[in-house]
Each structure stands twice: as C-alpha cells, then as structure tokens.
C-alpha cells in the first residue's frame, strides 16, 4: 500500500514533460522537410540556444557542417524514407558560438495512415568523450605500430637471427637474416620444426612446451637445416615479456649458428677421451704402488711416509678428473646410464657429508625429513651434493655450510646453502658450462671446469631442473630438483 502511494505521488511529481526536457540525451522532432518543431532542454543546453531560437526557425541541416548537410540530402534522408529509420550515423553537430561536438543520430519517420510522412522523431547522443578515447586508442595503436615497425627495421638488417612468439609459443616474426640462412618465407609459423634435425625433434619440443608452461626463459643447442640442406648447431634462446599481470605477453628470441664452437667442443672431447684412457691405466699402477708403499711404512721415516701420502693424493685427484673427463665423454654420447632405485634422502646426504665432517674441519649440517624418499641413482646424485659440498667448501673459505632437502611440489628438492662471498650475476648463467672456470673475488683454483656441467647433466637425464641463487656478500645457494 506505501509502495503503490509513493509511487503515485513520484508520478505526480515528475510528469512525461519533465522527463523528456531532463532526458541525459538530446530530443528532437521535425518536419518532413526538416524543420525542427520539438526540442528538449538538453540539447538546447548542448547548442546555447533557447527554444525560441529554434522551434519553427531552423532546420536539422542548419546545425550540420556543409559536409554534413551533403551527407544527409544524398544518403541520409533517402534511407529513412526508404525502410522508417536510421540508427548509430555520425554527425558533427554545431553551436550558437561557432563550436561544434561529434553526435550520433538516431531518427525514426512517423506516417499517416496513407504512408504519407507526417514527422521525424530524432534521437541524439553526444559522442565527445567516446571520440576522446578513440583518438586515444588510435594514436595508441598509431605508436605501436611504429615502434613494431621501427624494430623489425633494425632487426631486419642486425647480423644476428631474430624472432618473436605469441604467449602460446607460436612464431609471429622472423628477421632477413632468418630469412635468409633458412630459406623460409617471413609468414611462416612453426616452421622450426621442419628443420629440426630427427634425433633432437622431440627433446626440442619438450623443452619448449616446458618453458611456456612455466614463463621461464628458454635455451637450447640443436641442429637445424640451413638452406643448403645441411645440419648445423644453433642455439635457440628466449626470454619472456610479462604484462602489469605477470603472464607472458611475448617471447623474444635469437637463433645463434654454434655450429664451430660445438665441433671444436667435440674435437676436444675426443682428444681429452683418448688421452684419459691412456692416462688411467698408469695411473691405476701408480695408485697401486702407492698404497703397497703406505702398507710398509715400518721401515719409512717420517719425511717419505709424508710424501708418500702427499703423491696417494694428488694421484686420487688425477684419477678423479680423469673419471670427470671420461663422464663428459660418456655424457655427450649418451652413454652414461643411470640405475633408478628407491633412495632415501637423507641417508644419502649423510653418507656424503660424512666423510667432510670426520676431518674435524669443516661445519656441516644437515636439515632433511627422515622419510624423504626419490627414485633415483643413487651414486650419480651423491655425485652431484659432493660436487656441490666441495665447491661451498672451496669458495666459501670455511664458512658454515647447511645442506637441505625438501619437499617442492610432487619433486624432492636439495640445496647447499654456503655463506662465502657470493657469485656476480654475469657469471651465473655460465656456471653450468662445459669446461667454464669462474674467477672468484679474483682467486683462481684448480679444475677443468666440468664438475657443475656434469651434475647439471646428470640432474637433467634425471628429468629434473638445476640452479644457483647468489649475490655478491650473500653467499650462495645450489640446488637442485628431482
């Protein structure tokens, strides 16, 4: 009962005049010749005239420019006669004072009974702050296009090769000299995989659809067929573009013809394996001497008993970088096989430390769940914590040194977190490189430089991922997840 009072009294209030003179949009009513004979309040506020300007004195074509008067005698009016209304046709609509705004006209033709016109009912809707906004997204666009232009211009003619790709992993660009060391038309898409020699098709595949999965940059070596249909070493790299969100918007990416530095690679593989066999042999005697000649000590005095210890260790350290050398060998050939077996972390990471903390020297701990379990081989990821104790150890110049196992999504993840001096970010993304030594803080230390590439291949075949966190005086902190 309130409701329906109040609702009677609003009506009473606010009568169809009221409502049509305060309307947000501007009404009109004219003639079929045009001449306006109905106004509203709204669009005589919009013009700066009064009624009395306009009623009987004007018509719709004296506030249209003379382009738009054109429009409306040529097409305009013959359309609405033609099918009674005309919707959404843009008019730029003039003042009193000279000013003009951009309007939509929105007119509907009233008839008699005979069809004859009687009137036309316009509607209009002023557009300005519309017409803003799409000058906006126009000189927007106008800027990235040009800035897309100005890149492929540089890119097109930059001696390296350069290529873009939506956030799905699908080639949108490809630079001249992309076009030009493969043959290819510039429109192509996925491409790539057409050259992709047949043993590293699937491994490509893989590691691509992984990187888009995760957002994370993207690096390979493979061989692709340049135009002469030959195979030859490139490496693929990409890195994505994030938006405000943080999803990938584009992958930007660079091809690299590797193809001289992977044969001298090679070469040296093969040089290092020969020399390695014919290394091991003596020095599997010399070890055996040494250890006959330390099982005689009685007759020793105290200066040859320490020299032989001295010779039993630098004999133990050739022998390990000889077997260094020949896993390198065993790795590029796909040779190195794994036994997959149920392993508990934290035994294994004891059996590794163990031998570190009987020495008395070094501050070790150990932070693992008991019931941690992986499959894995077990010796090759012993391999891997002691590389990465011995490399704490060596650089972190007696500091404390934690390692860590945990649990990271359905994976197992370990970490030796050191408290040295830290890495520089330009070297950490060599780390992992065959026969890549870092300087540390200037100090120099024996190695060849495979210890990380090796365990970053064994983590690899283990189906697992690798890395290293570190700033300079912030120590460091290697891991790895299987």
């Not at 429109?187 to 047949?198: L, Q």
């Not at 990471?349 to 499959?375: M, Q, S």
Request: a neutral charge.
């Amino acid at each position: 009962m309130k409701d329906n009072i109040e609702h009677d009294f609003i009506s009473k209030l606010i009568d169809p005049d009221t409502l049509y003179h305060s309307a947000p949009c501007g009404y009109l009513s004219m003639l079929p010749d045009g001449t306006i004979i109905k106004i509203n309040n709204t669009l005589l506020g919009w013009l700066g005239f009064s009624a009395e300007d306009v009623v009987n004195l004007k018509r719709l074509t004296d506030l249209l420019s003379n382009g738009g008067k054109l429009y409306y005698q040529v097409f305009y009016l013959p359309l609405l006669q033609l099918q009674d209304k005309v919707n959404e046709i843009n008019f730029d609509i003039y003042r009193k004072d000279g000013s003009f705004f951009p309007a939509l006209l929105n007119a509907n033709l009233l008839r008699d009974a005979a069809g004859n016109a009687l009137a036309v009912n316009v509607v209009l809707t002023d557009i300005t702050d519309r017409k803003k906004y799409e000058t906006e997204l126009l000189n927007a666009r106008y800027l990235a296009e040009s800035e897309k232009n100005k890149f492929e211009t540089v890119a097109a003619y930059i001696p390296e090769m350069i290529w873009t790709a939506n956030p799905d992993g699908r080639i949108t660009y490809i630079n001249k000299r992309f076009v030009d060391n493969f043959n290819i038309v510039e429109s192509a898409t996925d491409w790539i995989y057409e050259f992709v020699h047949p043993d590293d098709y699937l491994s490509a595949r893989r590691a691509w659809a992984e990187a888009i999965r995760r957002g994370t940059g993207f690096s390979l070596q493979l061989r692709l067929k340049n135009k002469d249909g030959e195979f030859e070493w490139y490496e693929i790299k990409a890195t994505p573009y994030h938006g405000q969100d943080g999803r990938v918007v584009k992958w930007l990416g660079s091809c690299l013809n590797v193809h001289a530095h992977i044969l001298e690679l090679e070469r040296r593989d093969d040089f290092i394996s020969v020399a390695s066999h014919e290394l091991k042999t003596p020095i599997t005697s010399l070890n055996l001497t040494l250890q006959l000649l330390g099982t005689g000590k009685a007759g020793l005095t105290d200066k040859q008993t320490k020299l032989i210890e001295q010779a039993s260790r630098n004999a133990k350290k050739i022998h390990t970088l000889i077997d260094d050398l020949l896993n390198v060998k065993r790795l590029t050939v796909g040779q190195l096989a794994l036994r997959i077996q149920k392993v508990n972390v934290k035994s294994m990471i004891t059996n590794c430390v163990n031998p570190f903390l009987t020495t008395g020297k070094y501050d070790i701990t150990v932070d693992a769940d008991p019931l941690l379990v992986v499959n894995a081989d077990e010796h090759r990821i012993e391999q891997v914590v002691v590389n990465f104790i011995n490399n704490a150890i060596k650089y972190a110049s007696g500091s404390p040194i934690s390692v860590r196992a945990e649990r990271s999504g359905e994976k197992i993840k370990v970490s030796v977190i050191d408290q040295g001096p830290g890495i520089s970010g330009d070297k950490i993304p060599r780390l992992f490189e065959r026969y890549y030594r870092a300087d540390h803080s200037g100090k120099e230390y024996s190695g060849l430089g495979l210890g990380l590439y090796i365990c970053a291949e064994i983590i690899q075949r283990h189906g697992g991922d690798i890395g290293v966190e570190s700033q300079p005086g912030s120590g460091s902190t290697f891991w790895f997840r299987i």
